[in-house]
């Protein structure tokens, strides 16, 4: 669902002819004198390299799809360094609450059905899981995009390379999607986005960037619903610690971590109960 705060507007200064077919590809302006950010603050789409290379030494892939709100630097999907391959190698492996919750087995397959900025996928896909994102902001399945074909260039290392070939994307309402296709999956993850209290220093960069682009999603009971119907063994809900659980079905069980609780639907013991 697309509510941006903000106008959404092309940036073609880098790589114009791709910025080109992307305006038409998402049926966004390409940015103009007229929406630039002297007037208003605009939520710019465009292409971002580090400076780390420069001149003859730049290549396409060196260019990575980025968002830029108003006031903020660069916000992008990066799987290759950074956080999520800190994440990786640091975050607990199967230990952490996260892998603790989706491991109904030993290498479930799972439908990451809120995909979002994709960090937990790839958490998944670093544990081994085949993991089909969705994502229904075309924008930020665009970014998601972008960070899968860089991930798959030659100059990735190989142990990534092999964890993002377990990530496949599909840019859909989640609901629509396994409603339509019933897909078949061991477990379905949702994170959903939660509406925003107040505006903490604390809150990252990306989570803000979704907040102005996708604002809170207020459909995660129905998503809830379709999800109960495709899952072979688990749900899985990722709430704020202390967030009431998503209305309608009781979960059998959580598991918490300091800020977050994952809330579990284990399909078998409520189809015992008579609960689905
Ligand atoms: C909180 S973010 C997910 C963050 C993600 N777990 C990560 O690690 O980056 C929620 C995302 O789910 C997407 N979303 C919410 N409901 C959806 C639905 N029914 N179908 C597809 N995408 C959905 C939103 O557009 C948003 O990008």
New binding site residues.
Partial sequence: ?QTSSFPIVIDGQLLPDKAHALAQQLNIPLMSPSNTEKDKPVMKLGWWQDGKKSGDDIGETDYKLALFPPNTGPVYVDFVTGKKNHRRQFGGGKGQPLARAVLAAEHPTII????????????FASLGCQVTM????PI?AALLQDALNRAQQNDTPEEIQEIVSRLSLIN??????LTNQTPICDVV??????PEKKKSAATKK??QA?QH??GP?M??E??LKAALHVAQKRVVV?RPKNAPTLVGIQPNASIQSPNTRYDIYAIKALKAAGKL
């Fill in positions: 669902m990451d059905a809120t995909a979002g900025m994709g960090g937990d996928a790839f958490v969705i994502e229904r902001s930020i859909d309402d989640a609901t629509q999607y993850y949702l994170d959903p986005m939660y990306d989570m979704l682009l996708v999603d459909d995660s129905t998503l990722k």
